[in-house]
């Protein structure tokens, strides 16, 4: 069975490329911020690490002078309006695969700027303690898992991945759409249960710190092997902004670090911004080593 979600997509898709192209956001940052150096929009999607790296970059930009204002939307929406210049960078981008379809689009119009973090993968997520361990035996355990695969927002990449999977396979678990933290609040109520489920997951992300996990074998290879995650921007965004995109250049991460900055985001103490500079004080020699 296909994804349910697609017209649902196409209905947030829309709305988010208005929003993306009226330049809606809002503005964030940190008293340090001035309107000499000008404003960088960020367009991220409400995944962990780029809702993390979105706060951080926030952060240490308003620190070097800029104005900067965060706007949250799907995928797709992102790529069109960084494409149109009507946003600076898309924090997060996943190659070659995730994002292929995307990129295949809009790449000729977009600049890729960092490659923050080396290590990345996706795939189907399950509990530890589920009794099977390849995508190849969902089907014998398709009940178990409630004839469902529990999935992320419509339109990312990794569930257009999952629907190649289900044809791949033959599976016979429906694909729903939901959100980032709606799979992560499902995940944790059947390991709370001790009931089985399988998810669409991705690494880096907080859930493998918190609870014990692992990827299905993919021996069709429909995931792909590992990923990188980078950040894009404009065209002409590196000329009007040197300063931010040589920040964005030395930014790189490897698991821990990535791991401890998206668990600070999650369950720190204080308002999000507070969480942010805690981290960076914890990560001083780390944040200065990026600095232009």
Not at 248 to 269: C, N, P, R, T, Y
Request: aromatic residues 8%.
């Amino acid at each position: 069975m296909k994804s349910t979600g697609r017209m649902n997509w196409m209905v947030l898709a829309l709305a988010g490329a208005l929003a993306l192209a009226a330049g809606c956001g809002r503005k964030a940052g940190t008293p340090a911020q001035d309107e000499g150096k000008g404003t960088i929009k960020l367009a991220y999607v409400n995944w962990a690490e780029g809702v993390a790296v979105t706060h951080l970059l926030t952060a240490l930009l308003g620190d070097m002078g800029y104005q900067v204002e965060t706007t949250m939307a799907d995928v797709a929406p992102i790529y069109a309006s960084v494409a149109e210049g009507n946003q600076d960078v898309m924090v997060e981008t996943w190659l070659p695969v995730t994002h292929k379809t995307y990129f295949d689009r809009y790449g000729d119009r977009v600049e890729l700027i960092s490659t923050w973090y080396e290590a990345a993968r996706i795939g189907l997520v399950v509990p530890a303690y589920v009794e099977i361990n390849s995508i190849e035996e969902l089907n014998a355990a398709r009940n178990k898992f409630q004839r469902r695969i529990t999935g992320i927002d419509a339109g990312a990449g990794i569930m257009g991945a999952t629907d190649r999977a289900i044809e791949e396979y033959g599976l016979e678990l429906e694909l729903l759409a939901s959100s980032g933290p709606a799979m992560t609040a499902a995940l944790k109520g059947a390991i709370d249960k001790k009931e089985w489920i399988v998810v669409t997951g991705w690494a880096p992300h907080w859930k493998f710190a918190r609870y014990d996990l692992k990827f299905l074998d993919d021996p069709k290879g429909v995931y792909g092997d590992i990923e990188v995650v980078q950040a894009a921007a404009r065209k002409g965004f590196k000329e009007a902004f040197p300063e931010a995109a040589a920040l964005l250049g030395k930014m790189k991460f490897d698991s821990v670090q990535i791991g401890s900055l998206m668990d600070a985001l999650e369950s720190g103490e204080g308002s999000e911004a507070e969480r942010v500079r805690t981290w960076i004080a914890a990560h001083e020699d780390l944040v200065q080593s990026w600095m232009p």
